[in-house]
């Protein structure tokens, strides 16, 4: 086994310490940001559960003052095309060992060169989110510096889980497939492929 | 000292023997012992959240069990909760039990799996043959309830399928009962050797810190001595009424995550049988609209299970209508499998690559989904 | 170093010797039969395998077509039969089952038969039919039998029965 007299020893002790979890409800969370960050509201959903819309120029400070409360597992991050409203939603989850509660944080950014300031300082968890955010449907995040190739290999089109990028004619156009029962798909397909 | 040895650079996949699953690793090797690790995942990306879109509700059940191959239940299960909260469903007491009892029976078996794989890594070959001999009798459990061995397509929004036949109960307690004599065998084999000490006493170990701040997530989490469980922080199916331990260990290494599977093996075989004799008479599913005209209202909503690997979530998000909007596939390996590898595997010999990978039960399709 | 630990390590592993004593795990398929832990044989009857249509029942709805999530089932016109019957593509299916649970007709059925072995693709585009179930209630206890439907290229279809490649024993 490993001695402990590497120089990769200082990364063993970052590693050291006992957890404790805090236990604050979720609206005095929510309250606390709100006093902090103006702008910002919150409003208690039908599942119990509480779900704040900051601007998305605060998300930073939003992010450490919920990890202050006590709030430090980053369970996902989610991006959401909203192609009709022309901007993207960023739905941040955070969870609370100690309150035992979920919290949604959203925000928006707008279609047209998305990009929104990074979270990894605060948490650590995010940043293959954001690796992943970035490949998928191309919002930038400065202060990210992982931001490298994640899945998709050789690949030059547009952001793929985009609304506009159209996969079934991707499909058809790439590779010769017959569609056998073409009123079990979405309505804009297209006579020119199938059936 | 490292900078004496020779430095080369492997890719260490996606095809191995010790790999579980399609997954590479780009390592940098300063002698024997890994400088940098950095991975390679996109070998099973089946582009899964793009064709939820274009599903139904219903049709997207069939899908989703092929997520994750171990422990395939409980993406029907997260997906069906999600859909059931935005709807406003109420499940009934007998579907509750029955997927209790299919959930529970998954996690043997995948843990059973991932006993095996960490047996295999180790050179120690009889573990994966007698644990996936035992994985096929709860495979023909499964398919004399749901008619297919490894994906169920059972569980769906409103209930469950069908019910289960008569002598059903009687046959999982004769497979509880086989599984419950082979586990003291498989500790005497296994944990009672040296070899075992060895090689898994203080490899790659982390604190309650370090892990919450970098996501880790389930048997890892418990290792370190944190006793949270989602079955009891937000208990779904039937848990609230059935009395189990969560399982912890305090040294937070590859030997106390071994071994906290291994208990919650027993556990689990304690919670079936609980829920087998408990389980109540009603109906099956609850009433919901014709499969063809499935609608949604508007809404959004994250369910999370307790699956074998960690936390797995599924965030779905309806616009009203036949398909849903998005969904967002949130897998414990996620952050198990390329953030906290990164960060663990400098410092190690080649040798025990596979081996933390083995024991943090990394499983890669939830990876790339 | 403790005796009695080094006695005990090197007496324990004969404990193995046990393990000579008991049957082999392995089940050799199709030589034996596969049976669950109380000995009852597999696969059951809802196990979801190949597919079989009652043609005097099917009424040509669709709905099979329609609710198929991997887009496997085509509504085919057959020359001399007056309603489109479906056509399932092997490479597609996935075996979920909702066809059968779908059909308003009870006559599209997934039967118990998991075996089925040719050496072209086009055997595994077929036409689900009836003369399955009538094989399957007489000759259940044996898994290998193999039965299928083509369509000819005059689009009639044609039956064919019995394995070619193992026999059917008495």
């Known amino acids: 086994m490993v001695e402990d007299s590497y120089d ?104 047209e060169d998305p990009s929104i300031e990074s979270v990894v300082e605060v948490f650590r968890t995010a940043v293959t989110y954001e690796r992943e955010i970035k490949e998928m449907f191309g919002v930038d995040f400065p202060g990210n510096q992982r931001l490298t190739q994640f899945i998709l290999e050789d690949w030059e089109g547009p952001p793929p889980m985009r609304k506009d990028f159209d996969s079934i004619r991707y499909v058809q156009d790439k590779f010769d497939i017959k569609v056998r029962n073409p009123k079990g798909l979405p309505p804009k397909w297209t006579k020119e492929g199938g059936k | 000292m490292m900078d004496d040895f020779k430095v080369t650079e492997i890719i260490f996949g996606p095809q191995h023997p010790g790999i579980h699953g399609n997954f590479g690793t780009r390592l940098e090797l300063r002698g024997d012992l890994v400088y940098r690790a950095r991975m390679v995942p996109g070998y099973l990306h089946r582009a899964f959240e793009k064709l939820m879109e274009q599903r139904t509700w219903m049709q997207n059940v069939a899908i989703v069990p092929r997520i994750c191959v171990p ?16 709807m406003g469903l109420e499940v009934p007491d007998r579907a509750n039990y029955i997927r209790t009892i299919i959930l529970e029976l998954s996690r043997i078996s995948a843990h059973l799996m991932g006993l095996g794989g960490i047996g295999g890594a180790i050179g120690l070959y009889t573990l994966p043959m007698w644990t996936n001999g035992d994985r096929d009798y709860i495979l023909d459990l499964f ?36 599984i419950e004599a082979r586990l003291p065998e498989y500790y005497s084999l296994f944990f009672e050797s040296k070899v075992t000490d060895a090689r898994l006493k203080g490899l790659a170990r982390f604190d309650s810190r370090w892990a919450v701040d970098h996501g880790v997530t389930g048997p890892n989490l418990r290792a370190t001595g944190l006793e949270v469980d ?31 599977r291994w208990y919650e093996v027993r556990e689990s075989i304690r919670i079936i049988r609980q829920a087998v004799e408990d389980m109540p008479s009603g109906e099956i599913r609850a009433k919901t609209p014709p499969p063809l005209a499935f609608m949604v209202p508007p809404g959004d909503h994250f369910a999370r299970v307790e699956s074998s690997k960690g936390e797995y979530g599924y965030y779905v998000v309806s616009k009203g209508g036949k398909f849903p909007y998005r969904v967002h596939v949130r897998g414990p390996s996620f952050t198990h499998g390329i953030d906290v590898l990164e960060q663990i595997l400098p410092g190690n010999e080649i040798s025990d690559v596979a081996l933390i990978t083995g024991t943090l039960d990394v499983c890669p399709p939830d990876i790339d989904r | 170093m403790n005796m009695s630990n080094v006695v005990k390590r090197t007496v324990r592993p004969f404990r193995a010797l046990k393990f000579l004593g008991r049957k082999p795990h392995t089940v050799r398929i199709p030589h034996e039969q596969h049976n669950d832990i109380e000995g009852d044989p597999l696969p059951t009857e809802r196990y979801r395998g190949v597919h079989v249509n009652n043609w005097d029942e099917c009424i040509s709805c669709g709905l099979c077509a329609m609710v198929c999530p991997c887009d496997a089932i085509e509504m085919v016109q057959i020359e001399g039969e007056a309603k489109v019957r479906p056509e399932v593509s092997y ?70 029965v019995g394995d070619p490649y193992r026999k059917v024993t008495e």
Do not use: Q
Request: glycine residues 6%; negative net charge; charged residues 30%.
């Open chain 2, 143 to 178: 398919e004399e309830l749901t008619g297919g061995r490894v994906y169920h397509i059972f569980i769906w929004p409103g209930g469950v399928r069908w019910d289960i036949p008569d002598n059903w109960p009687r046959k999982v307690n004769k497979v509880l009962d086989h």
């Open chain 3, 91 to 160: 490479g597609r299916c996935c075996f979920c089952g909702f066809c059968e649970d779908v059909c308003p007709k009870d006559s599209l059925h997934l039967t118990s038969n998991h075996t089925m072995l040719d050496t072209s693709y086009d055997t595994f585009v077929f036409l689900p039919t009836p003369m399955l179930r009538e094989f399957e209630k007489e000759y259940r206890v044996e898994p290998a039998l193999l039965c299928r439907a083509r369509k000819k290229d005059d689009g009639k279809a044609e039956i064919i």
């Open chain 1, 8 to 111: 990769l020893t200082k990364r063993k002790d970052e590693r050291s310490g006992e957890y404790v979890p805090e236990d604050i409800p979720a609206e005095r969370a929510a309250d606390e940001v709100l006093k902090k960050v103006p702008g910002a509201e919150s409003r208690k959903r039908k599942d119990g559960r509480v779900e704040l819309n900051v601007p998305s120029t605060s998300i930073g400070s939003v992010m450490s003052e919920f990890k202050r409360m006590g709030y430090d597992h980053f369970v996902a991050l989610t991006c959401i095309d909203l192609i009709k409203e022309d901007m993207f939603e960023m739905v941040y989850h955070l969870w609370s060992y100690g309150a035992r509660t979920h919290v949604y944080v959203k925000t928006n950014i707008p279609r």
């Open chain 2, 71 to 86: 422990d395939p239940d409980v993406n029907e299960m997260a997906y069906s909760m999600a859909v059931e909260n935005i």
């Open chain 2, 230 to 260: 989602i079955r009891r922080m937000e208990p779904y199916a039937a848990y609230e009424d059935i009395d189990f331990k969560v399982i912890t260990r305090k040294e937070g290494d590859g030997l106390a995550r071994t071994l906290v």
